[in-house]
């Protein structure tokens, strides 16, 4: 059965250094979505993609983020200056129609020292 | 303001028993989405429903527009259920792709 996939599964990373977290989403969706969840809260939408443009973001997704979809299979989550508060788990997910079935990635923890 | 509320928050059941988990929402909703996040972290999508009913095995899920509730239903409960749900909307008010997600349940199995 197809998958969402996430790499890398733990990233450690100093306080100002930028991250990477990427995704590879089910071959023959067009929408892609990311989001976090900061150890014991809820999950948080961060932005949605489709067509090769962000259709929707959230207050969260500042201008330290970025998302991109650098060829045919791949998306990914920049960070550009990491702050402590970033640490959190990050899910990639993406869906045939824009407001259908979510399929999820396995998550990054993404930890800011 | 554009709210999702589960009930309860943590529940412990014996293993055999009928399980529900609640999810009320503030306005009206495009979708509805039940998942499960596993003690690792990863999350399963169970379902998405706009109305009715769905069954997957001995998971059931019904949703009641009218009064903005939706339940989860696990019969037969089994200590491999453990997990937390989370019920997830997509308000009609805001944006078609953006979930807004509840607190999760915390269920815990019993053999």
């Known amino acids: 059965e197809p998958e969402v996939t996430q790499t890398p599964s733990h990233q450690v990373t100093q306080m100002g250094q930028e991250v990477i977290l990427r995704c590879v989403p089910i071959?023959?969706?067009?929408?892609f979505y990311w989001y976090r969840q900061i150890l014991g809260q809820k999950v948080e939408f961060l932005v949605s993609f489709y067509n090769n443009e962000i259709s929707e973001k959230s207050e969260i997704f500042d201008d330290q983020f970025s998302v991109e979809r650098p060829d045919g299979s791949n998306f990914t989550l920049k960070i550009r200056s990491t702050k402590l508060e970033d640490s959190a788990m990050y899910f990639c997910?993406?869906?045939?129609?824009?407001?259908?079935?979510?399929?999820f990635g396995p998550g990054t923890r993404l930890l800011v020292l | 303001k554009n709210e999702v509320e589960q009930s309860p928050q943590n529940l412990t059941a014996q293993e055999g028993e009928f399980i529900t988990i609640n999810c009320s929402y503030s306005v009206g909703i495009s979708a509805l989405h039940w998942l499960q996040q596993h003690p690792g972290g990863g999350i399963v999508s169970l379902f998405m429903l706009s109305s009715g009913k769905k069954k997957h095995g001995r998971l059931i899920a019904t949703i009641n527009i009218q009064e903005k509730h939706s339940s989860l239903h696990i019969t037969a409960s089994h200590p491999r259920d453990s997990a937390v749900y989370i019920c997830?909307?997509?308000?009609?008010?805001?944006?078609?792709?953006?979930?807004?997600f509840g607190s999760g349940t915390q269920l815990t199995v019993l053999p």
């Open positions: 071959s023959n969706h067009l929408y």
């Open positions: 997830a909307v997509l308000f009609k008010s805001g944006s078609a792709r953006q979930l807004t």
């Open positions: 997910a993406s869906s045939e129609q824009g407001g259908g079935t979510q399929y």
